[in-house]
């Protein structure tokens, strides 16, 4: 019976050497490139859509984004928060750019064991934090070449991220490099030399927090995103999450903690409703006024649902490479 990415790594984590992960990443991005080779976009990757067979122990993608909750409002955007590219919240068209931030938390989810801001509620804070250029951290042991890749394609700017065809020849490399390689540790070999830390430790009861599933959102208007520095980075992950719980039902989002950001921009006030949807489908309601900025009706960009043909839907993933 096939298991998702993230049921996997719940089970199979410690045992992971550093060779089985790339080569779980290699799965995904080729199986990405083939969708981006049709020119069609995913639109909601998460690692509760990429599936593993066991029959051939590979990995592949299923639940294209094309179709969401059948009442979804016009300007909203299905997916899972933490793998939303920060464009995208901020109100731009989903496009293979996007495909690829989200493979970035792929990355990431495979070098931790676990999902990205698994701490952190999916409110308005986090929703500022990711425009505000703020990634997970990355996992002491992470192979530079994997970390480069990965920060690549989570930078803000879209236009600086690799393609897909790109990542799959630059990944294929690493793979090879470790292929060769024997007598590797297994996580759990190395979490018993080294001591182990908020980032590293793997964290068994995530599967059934919120970011398993994806929901429906409206955003309204963000500043435009930015890459984080080392020293903002730092100072998010200075704060401490040890005692915070995440609850089963977020839908208060009227109690928001001050924000403060260097751009000049100033958020007089953001509201938030959410509200049940069929399919058990929530629409997180956003609606934000931003005084000191004069943005023009030409700004304002919203994803067509009717982007794609309707033989794109038709593209098939291999199950294997």
């Known amino acids: ?34 969708i981006h080779g049709e020119n069609a976009i995913h639109r909601d990757l998460h690692s509760g859509n990429i599936l593993h067979s066991p029959r051939s122990y590979n990995f592949f993608i299923s639940d294209l984004g094309f179709c969401g909750p059948a009442d979804k409002p016009l300007k909203s955007i299905y997916g899972n928060l933490p793998y939303i590219a920060p464009e995208v919240i901020a109100g731009k068209q989903a496009t293979k750019a996007s495909d690829i931030y989200s493979f970035a938390m792929l990355m990431w989810e495979i070098s931790s064991g676990q999902p990205p801001f698994l701490n952190c509620k999916h409110d308005c804070d986090l929703i500022l934090n990711i425009i505000n250029g703020i990634r997970p951290r990355i996992v002491s042991g992470t192979p530079l070449e994997y970390e480069s890749l990965m920060k690549q394609c989570w930078d803000a700017n879209p236009l600086k991220r690799p393609g897909s065809r790109t990542l799959y020849n630059k990944l294929k490399e690493i793979n090879s490099y470790y292929q060769k390689k024997s007598n590797e540790p297994t996580q759990l070999e190395i979490n018993k030399n080294f001591e182990t830390n908020k980032t590293s430790s793997f964290k068994t009861n995530y599967a059934s927090s919120r970011s398993s599933t994806s929901k429906v959102h409206q955003f309204g208007f963000f500043p435009e995103p930015k890459n984080a520095t080392e020293e903002e980075q730092e100072a998010f992950y200075s704060k401490s999450y040890d005692e915070f719980q995440i609850p089963d039902n977020i839908d208060d989002f009227n109690n928001l903690s001050n924000w403060k950001n260097n751009s000049t921009s100033k958020m007089s006030s953001i509201e938030a409703n959410s509200k049940d949807a069929q399919n058990d489908n929530k629409i997180e309601t956003m609606q934000q006024q931003i005084k000191n900025i004069n943005l023009e009706d030409e700004n304002e960009i919203h994803n067509n649902p009717n982007l794609h043909s309707e033989e794109q839907d038709e593209s098939e993933i291999p199950d294997s490479i």
């Not at 049921?7 to 410690?14: H, I, K, P, S, V």
């Not at 050497?17 to 790339?22: D, L, S």
């Open 1 to 34: 019976m096939d298991v998702n990415l993230r049921e996997y790594l719940q089970q199979n984590y410690n045992q992971l050497t550093w060779k089985e992960r790339i080569q779980i990443a290699v799965d995904i991005i080729y199986a990405l490139d083939d």
